[in-house]
């Protein structure tokens, strides 16, 4: 009786937790998050690049522009489309990737760090703190 306790015991707890686990050959998840980022940022930059000059295809800068990044990372088109296919069936992977990677840019847009960006205010000792 104590061993089926046991056993089913590590059954609930391991069937309902999410996994975190990635296989070897799949890229992990804080790698992807930047990789994600970079794409996001290539496509604008395509769209840019099409905006100024309309001889240019979309399609084609934008596969420029992520084969680049790809080249970056080092890593290849089957690698990461090998990768897409893991996380879209654990999506709750995903929305860990892209929450962190929200998170992340609206610590970069909030007030307290354009504060910081600033760098430090002048202030002023009074001489008389100064002089005992």
């Known amino acids: 009786m104590k061993k089926w306790s046991i056993f089913l015991i590590l059954f609930v707890i391991t069937s309902c937790t999410k996994s975190t686990y990635v296989p070897p050959g799949i890229i992990k998840p804080l790698e992807m998050q930047s990789i994600f980022w970079d794409i996001i940022r290539g496509d604008i930059l395509a769209q840019e690049i099409i905006n100024k ?3 240019k295809n979309l399609k084609t800068e934008r596969n420029t522009i992520t084969e680049k990044i790809f080249s970056i990372h080092n890593i290849n088109r089957a690698k990461f489309e090998k990768s897409i296919a893991f996380y879209e069936k ?7 990737i892209f929450d962190s990677l929200n998170s992340a840019q609206t610590r970069k847009k909030s007030p ?3 504060r910081h960006r ?11 703190n100064l002089i005992q």
Do not use: C, T, Y
């Open 53 to 55: 000059d309309s001889a």
């Open 90 to 96: 654990n999506p709750w992977l995903v929305k860990m």
């Open 112 to 114: 307290q760090n354009e």
């Open 118 to 128: 600033e760098g430090p205010k002048d202030f002023h000792i009074p001489r008389s």
